[in-house]
T-cell receptor, first 110, second 114 residues
């Protein structure tokens, strides 16, 4: 079993819809990251959080440490949001070695 | 400010040939990572450098893979000889230091071994 699980694996939406991507993990962590990967390979860090909630534009990330679960929400989705969204966790200590989920492929249609 | 630079962006080689990838991290970033990403999978760490020291290379297949970061700045990852199963995207990332800092990824090198 992977230490980081994401759901769904694939997601399609109509422009304007509210989108939720989920991430569950089974290890102790110091931080959780949400990353965005567009076709062609480039990965962009969206959020790094260890508690509560963060918001950036139309993106919101939440984490529940007790339940070992995080969600990434996209409000008013747009076709340019189409990408793979990856959840990754840092196991802590003196390193930020990341353990990655397999990603959620999102397609937003106009 | 320039991001993480990788070259080449694409490489096609025949099996048993050598191949090398180059990465220039963001200026001032002490920690550099090489990841391998197979299609439909998340990245997997190959090696992590703190300055010029490889502090985690436990996942690097040392029989055919090697890496160096001689001056603690740019880095090269080499495969010799390449195998069909090495076809993947090789990602380089950097962070300010190794402690819970955001990692910044390069565009990756897409390798196809024929």
């Amino acid at each position: 079993k992977n230490e980081v699980e994401q759901s769904p694996q694939n997601l399609t939406a109509q422009e304007g819809e509210f989108i939720t991507i989920n991430c569950s993990y089974s290890v102790g962590i110091s931080a959780l990251h949400w990353l965005q990967q567009h076709p062609g390979g480039g990965i962009v860090s969206l959020f790094m959080l260890s508690s509560g909630k963060k918001k950036h534009g139309r993106l919101i990330a939440t984490i529940n440490i007790q339940e070992k679960h995080s969600s990434l929400h996209i409000t008013a989705s747009h076709p340019r949001d189409s990408a793979v969204y990856i959840c990754a966790v840092s196991k802590g200590g003196n390193t930020d070695k990341l353990i990655f989920g397999t990603g959620t492929r999102l397609q937003v249609f106009p | 400010e320039a991001g993480v630079v990788q070259s080449p962006r694409y490489k096609i080689i025949e099996k048993k040939q050598p191949v090398a990838f180059w990465c220039n991290p963001i200026s001032g970033h002490n920690t550099l990572y090489w990841y391998l990403q197979n299609l439909g999978q998340g990245p997997e760490l190959l090696i992590r450098y703190e300055n010029e020291e490889a502090v985690d290379d436990s996942q690097l297949p040392k029989d055919r893979f090697s890496a160096e970061r001689l001056k603690g700045v740019d880095s090269t990852l080499k495969i010799q000889p390449a195998e069909l199963g090495d076809s993947a995207v090789y990602l380089c990332a950097s962070s300010l230091d190794g402690r819970q800092e955001t990692q910044y990824f390069g565009p990756g090198t897409r390798l196809l071994v024929l």
